[in-house]
């Protein structure tokens, strides 16, 4: 069965620290791979997303995050963390033969300290 | 580009009263979309996906005859939940994919801002 799993539930950083956020998936065919973070209230923002090809992919605000195959996980990583990043952060996975469903991962809620 | 909107961003409603939510994607054709629920400091429930011109897909456990939805148009999937109660009170939102985006086949689903709605 199709799953995600973000292990931390919540995530407490100094600002300008660097990040590190947990994602592991367990799925049967080739994964898409898709990293959104949602402010209160608001609907899913697109951060990156990883379809094939090299690894290590760049998103936006200085986000990255890397597949590892043998590890099924695609980590989300940002070097320095900026006070406006505190928001909650989704890992999610899609594949084309499964009616193009997205599994979520629980999300990992950042909070950054001054 | 890319831009999902949804109306209304908030609705409060009685009791037995019908809410309809919409789902717009401004500046591209959505040959797809899902609606989601998510509780409070939760993940989204996937609840239907929405096929323009052919019935919605809806998950195991989600009611059809309460959730109608509706995909008239490359541009619109609507939302009704019929005689809300209480326990309907949650954020929905809605996402839409382009599947021929420039003639490449897109896997990414672009969501809108949420509708939250309280049942009172």
């Known amino acids: 069965a199709q799953s995600v799993t973000q292990p931390d539930i919540h995530i407490t950083v100094s600002e300008g620290a660097s990040l590190e956020l947990r994602c592991n998936y367990s799925?049967?065919?080739?994964?898409?791979l898709f990293w959104y973070v949602q402010s209160p209230g608001q609907g899913l923002q697109l951060l990156l997303k990883?379809?094939?090809?090299?690894?290590l992919v760049q998103g936006i605000k200085g986000f990255e995050a890397e597949f590892k195959r043998s590890q099924s996980s695609f980590n989300l990583r940002k070097p320095s963390v900026h006070w406006s990043d505190a928001a909650e952060y989704f890992c999610?996975?899609?594949?084309?033969?499964?009616?193009?469903?997205?599994?979520f991962g629980t999300g990992t809620s950042l909070t950054v300290i001054p | 580009g890319a831009v999902v909107s949804q109306h209304p961003s908030w609705v409060i409603c009685k009791s037995g009263t019908s809410v309809k939510i919409e789902c717009r994607s401004l500046d591209f054709q959505a040959t797809t979309m899902f609606w989601y629920r998510q509780f409070p400091k939760q993940s989204l429930m996937l609840m239907a996906t929405s096929n323009e011109g052919s019935k919605a897909t809806y998950e195991q456990g989600v009611e059809k005859d309460k959730f109608l939805i509706n995909h008239a148009s490359l541009t619109l999937s609507t939302l009704t939940v019929t005689s809300a109660h209480p326990e309907d009170s949650s954020f929905y939102i809605c996402?839409?994919?382009?599947?021929?985006?420039?003639?490449?086949?897109?896997?990414?689903?672009?969501f809108g801002p949420g509708t939250r709605l309280l049942v009172l």
């Open positions: 799925y049967g065919a080739t994964p898409y």
């Open positions: 996402s839409a994919r382009d599947l021929l985006a420039g003639n490449t086949y897109q896997e990414t689903q672009y």
């Open positions: 999610a996975v899609g594949a084309v033969n499964t009616g193009n469903q997205f599994y």
């Open positions: 990883y379809f094939s090809g090299d690894t």
